[in-house]
């Protein structure tokens, strides 16, 4: 679908739901504040990494969050984009500071949290007696609530995280 | 997919993570870390997507804090809007028309985007904020490039919508390149040429150039225009700072009390409305003219008097400036007056044809003229003296009755 169609799409999506499903107060509430406090933050990213361990015990994945380099060098996507390790650091903290959501393909209810977020950055793993391993970026640890969602990482179904949210990107010169 | 269709190297200068995801094998598999846009959802999926978007900012305490100053106008905002928005589209969908469908979206989306940053709280987002902790005196949106544009007008003498800002001289030169850099910015792939003319015209203009002295003139009527020329340096500052109705009132003021003058022609002049000197050159040359039409005009009149009220008593200029002046009164009373000259006249002229004799040459002779020629061929014929000669003739029938028409 091209761009300026998904973007009506979007349009026409969210005036039906302020219109007519959601609650008006709800709507308008976030589509005021992501308006007002995001000028630049409109464009709705993910990020791809895959899960590294299942412990179905204490209902928790590991994995990778975010990576941001490769064998030393800043990671491009297939977008050409990317997302500096000091800028992501960023981004991190506020979500570690704040709810913490974990869903399930970026929709429906929560299904549990994260509570472990940890920056592996070469200077930080040194600085734990930690020898670089190639790849930096952020790891964590989600909690699944849900038991669907358990059941699809547990299953191979889900096979890694993404994150959801929005970016301000700059030209690279 | 980028949402801006291009595909040169970007870098994330901040990002917001609004959750984390367990996600599917993505289409990149392989891939130890590749960002993705998401492709586009199924309508159910894409609806559970902002309806989760919506519940989790719900969740956040803070925003709605936030928010909650704006909601309400923005409630407003879609009450009053949303039917009609459902109408035009209906009407719009009926018809098969799409892009018109479209079109009512976007503009309803900008017309809620337009509202939620109606009055942002940031100083910077106006061009004109002398004092940080009064939004009440900052003027010049410059957040959107709507509202630069609209800066962009209001600079101009023009104005927004006819309204030109009021901004201090003083402050006017930073204000436009604030404006100038907010649009430069608001439009990259656009250069200064493209760029309005009020923003144009300070990046042109030289330092010592008094804009608010130009603004001033652009709106002048001439005769503003002429009674400023002719003001002292501090006058024309005072003139300047007035308000346009205050420069009316104050010339109209001057019209009724300063010299005027009103040509021949019917042309009224106003002393102060023109440069030194013009008014009394103008006023001489005029009144010159006037003298030497009213020679002429005298001249026509002689002429008349000569021709036609010649028994009239009085010299022919005499007379003829009464011509004049009788030419001058109402018509009625004009040729009355001039009925009662010609008759007059006519009633004067049988006292000069009854004394008249004919001459040898057959011209009328007046009896002192008859008398006189006696008293001379008396003279010559006895060689007496004129007045013994008189004495002779007095006492003659014929010169005694000459005497006594005398």
């Known amino acids: ?173 | 997919m980028r949402f801006d269709g291009k595909t040169n190297k970007q870098r994330a200068t901040a990002i917001k993570i609004g959750e984390l995801s367990g996600v599917t094998v993505p289409a990149v598999q392989g891939s130890v870390a590749t960002m993705r846009k998401y492709a586009t959802p199924e309508t159910d999926e894409f609806q559970d997507l902002a309806k989760a978007v919506f519940s989790e900012v719900m969740e956040t305490k803070a925003v709605e804090e936030s928010t909650r100053e704006m909601l309400e106008p923005l409630l407003d905002h879609l009450y009053r809007s949303q039917d009609a928005l459902w109408d035009a589209n209906r009407d719009a969908m009926k018809k098969g028309n799409a892009e018109e469908v479209k079109q009512n979206l976007r503009e309803f989306a900008m017309s809620i985007m337009t509202l939620a940053k109606a009055a942002p709280s940031d100083p910077s987002a106006y061009a004109y904020a002398p004092d940080k902790e009064k939004p009440s005196g900052w003027k010049l949106r410059i957040d959107t490039p709507a509202h630069i544009s609209a800066a962009a007008a209001a600079l101009s003498p023009e104005g927004f919508r006819g309204n030109p800002v009021e901004i201090p001289a003083a402050d006017r030169k930073a204000v436009v390149a604030r404006v100038r850099a907010a649009w430069l910015k608001a439009y990259p792939d656009k250069s200064e040429a493209d760029m309005p003319d009020s923003l144009k015209k300070v990046n042109d203009m030289p330092e010592n150039v008094n804009v608010e002295e130009l603004q001033a003139l652009a709106v002048m009527t001439d005769a503003q225009k002429a009674h400023y020329a002719t003001l002292s340096d501090d006058d024309k500052s005072a003139f300047v700072k007035m308000s346009a109705d205050e420069r009316t009132a104050t010339v109209d003021l001057l019209k009724t009390t300063e010299e005027t003058y009103t040509t021949s022609k019917g042309v009224s002049l106003v002393k102060s409305a023109l440069p030194a000197g013009v008014f009394e050159m103008l006023k001489s040359q005029d009144e010159d003219l006037m003298k030497l039409r009213g020679e002429q005009e005298l001249q026509g009149f002689v002429k008349t008097a000569e021709a036609d009220y010649q028994y009239l008593p009085g010299t022919a200029l005499a007379k003829a400036a009464v011509l004049r002046d009788v030419a001058k009164m109402d018509k009625g009373v004009a040729e009355t007056l001039t009925a009662a000259l010609k008759a007059g006249n006519a009633a004067m002229k049988p006292q000069f044809e009854q004394h008249a004799t004919p001459g040898g040459d057959g011209m009328a002779k007046s009896a002192q003229e008859e008398f006189d020629g006696m008293v001379k061929v008396h003279a010559k014929e006895h060689n007496v003296t004129m007045a013994k000669a008189t004495e002779a003739v007095m006492a003659t029938d014929a010169g005694a009755k000459l005497y006594e028409q005398l």
Do not use: C
Request: glycine share 10%; proline share 4%.
């Open chain 1, 1 to 173: 679908m091209p761009d300026t169609v998904r973007t009506e799409t979007i349009i026409l999506f969210f005036i039906t739901y302020f219109l007519s499903v959601a609650h008006t107060t709800a709507a308008v509430a976030y589509y005021a504040h992501e308006l007002v406090s995001s000028n630049t933050m409109t464009q709705y990213n993910e990020l791809y990494v895959p899960v590294a361990k299942v412990d179905t015990d204490r209902r928790l994945v590991f994995g990778w969050g975010q990576v941001v380099t490769k064998n030393g060098e800043e990671l491009f996507d297939s977008d050409n984009q990317s997302i500096p390790k000091s800028v992501a650091l960023d981004g991190w903290l506020e979500f570690a500071k704040g709810t913490r959501m974990l869903k399930q393909m970026h929709a429906g209810e929560p299904r549990g949290m994260v509570p472990f977020i940890f920056p592996m950055f070469d200077e930080v793993l040194k600085s734990l007696g930690i020898e670089p391993i190639g790849q930096e970026g952020i790891a964590v640890g989600a909690y699944v609530e849900d038991d669907e969602t358990l059941a699809k990482f547990d299953s191979g179904d889900f096979t890694g995280f993404s994150i959801g949210g929005g970016a301000a990107w700059e030209d690279v010169e």
